[in-house]
């Protein structure tokens, strides 16, 4: 089929002419609309927040856009609104910058965009501001997002690595590794895509119902690139404590399992976009398990492990049979272009 | 030479584990460092802002990635600030996902990171959170950055296309077309290079000097992709006015000029990094262009044209013989990737 500017995206698309107008007025707007957004001016104005305010981003390049249980746009709304949420703030707005192959179809274009327009529903936080450019078609996967994100930080709040103790107990928040396989699953074909799901979703409302619930919660992290793994190796070398990780006890689905065998892969090291690892003190542990379960999000949390004094600080998995394996971060790409 | 990862940016940097971790620590953190950075979590926390917020987001793909006058880690930094302060907001800090090609030299990555550095330096708005992902190599231009910003907005000002009236002058604040010949020249080895600068500058600063010299600011915009004919189709569109520019007063160098002969394009339509549109009271144009001069960003500025009423509305060029010319919007792509 021949691509033309109505079918498929062009360079002139990102000139930021007449083109580039018609193709937000008319595609993209309108799938975000809202009432900070729909001004178009060169910013966003927002209300007045109290107290601290909190800003992050994230660039997305995921390959293939489209995988089982989510896409590009999906990430990019849920990752960003997941790292405002583990450090405790509550989402504000969010900004969207495009960069689009040309030849990409512009039906693919609207896919994604209602994608990040339904997820962004779900987080209950309005994308206000973006902008989009256009590169030449060089066989990519047709387009990479970087997301940033503004919110408020809870007064009196401020979870971090160095309020943990020896003694505190480590929660997942649910099934492990399922976005990292759903994603290599789905690039190399490996037949056994119906059984894989990424996780992705928005998890400020999980954050926010445990640490309600849970005033001693020490430490919240989303385990995306390098998995509970990174996660753990962080917090041993920035808490400088030990971790043990019970292997029985994390939570992993048999299909999920099935495939990091047949990659090769630790699920351990395998990135999450829809679960949160949790620190908190041994006599919340079970108060924070709750809450967790309590909502939609976090129905299968498992307490999978402890703090423990250790000298030199190590992060340890025990195995199911008393051994004791430790926890590296990964140390490159071993799953590239998952997220 | 053989790209390693001593060398050259490899898929594993982008991976999420130690690669990641020593690419960031040993080379992006610490030229980018300030007290918000540090702290490496997922988000950065900022003091309370007193007021509205302003939020904003660019992507930048420019090629080459360095040109005469620049590089795309400058326009990165000045792009975002300018995007804020022609809101007439106070820029508070600005977060960089980065998106790399492997194969690209680290020497390259370096670079841009400390042009990025210097110019948030002269900006003074700290870089206070980022990301950084890879894709493979594709003969692309190495990389793309986006940048999202977060401001502080200015009590009860607040330009906008609504604000403007007939009668009112439009003011530019010094030579235009500067970036995007800069840039097109560098590409197309035009030989003229050496005349040719990007003008690409943060103009938080020069803002802030009109307004606060001159309270009947009716709009501020920066004239990037589109131009100034961009900007005041935009204006027309949005006040529902008339413009008219004076061909004869429009400041443009000699040698871009030149080149946009040499390239067949108008220099209204060409792309400016370093400047800005101003529409203000034609009691106050004169206040205004005094309060431009005297900030060494805005030397050159003068008065281009004004508003009228016209029905319908209209941009128009006044030829140095007095003739009519349409401004419009360029359709699309003039010149691909200049930003």
Redesign the interface.
């Known amino acids: 089929m021949k691509q033309t ?1 109505s079918s498929h995206v ?12 018609k193709l937000l007025s008319e595609r993209v707007i309108p799938r975000l609309a809202n009432e900070f957004l729909d ?1 178009l ?21 995921v390959e293939p856009l489209i995988f089982p249980g989510g896409d590009i746009g999906r990430l990019a709304i849920c990752g960003t609104v997941n ?2 949420a ?2 405790g ?1 509550r989402p504000l ?1 969010l ?5 689009l192959e040309e030849g990409l179809p512009l039906e693919l274009l609207d896919r994604v965009v209602d994608s990040m327009a339904a997820a962004a529903k779900e987080a209950a936080v309005p994308v ?9 078609q ?3 996967s047709g387009m ?1 997002i ?1 997301t ?4 408020a ?1 809870r007064a009196g709040f ?1 979870p ?1 690595a160095g309020l943990i103790e020896a003694g505190d107990r480590v929660i997942v928040s649910g099934l492990i590794a399922e976005h990292g396989l759903a994603v290599m699953a789905a690039r190399e074909s490996l037949g056994i895509d119906s059984l894989l799901k990424s996780d992705a979703a928005p998890l400020a409302g999980l954050v926010k119902t445990v640490c309600d619930a849970c005033h001693t919660i020490r430490f919240v ?2 385990p ?3 998995g509970v793994a ?1 996660v753990v190796a962080d917090l041993v070398d920035d808490a400088a404590l030990g971790v043990e990780i019970e292997e029985s006890a994390l939570p992993i689905a048999p299909a999920v399992r099935h495939a990091a065998e047949l990659l090769g892969l630790d699920p351990l ?1 395998v ?1 999450n976009e829809g679960k949160i690892v949790i620190v908190v003190s041994e006599e919340d542990a079970e108060r924070a398990l709750e809450a967790c379960r309590s909502h939609p999000l976090g129905r299968a949390a498992t307490i999978v492990g402890r703090i423990v004094e250790s000298d030199p600080p190590l992060a340890e998995l025990i195995t199911r049979i008393g051994g004791r394996l430790v926890i ?10 998952i ?1």
Do not use: N, W
């Not at 940033?148 to 919110?151: L, Q």
């Not at 590296?328 to 272009?337: D, H, I, K, N, S």
């Open positions: 500017s062009v360079l002139a698309h990102g000139g930021g002419g007449e083109l580039t107008r001004p001016t060169d910013s966003a104005v927002l209300p007045a927040v109290e107290g601290e305010i909190c800003f992050t981003t994230d660039s997305y390049v790292d405002l583990v450090m703030a707005a900004s969207v910058g495009l960069i206000v501001t973006g902008d989009t450019k256009v590169i030449e060089r066989g990519g990479t970087t940033a994100g503004v919110g930080m401020r971090g992290r989303d995306t690139r390098g990174g090291t990135a590296q971060r990964p140390y490159g790409e071993e799953l590239p272009r997220c």
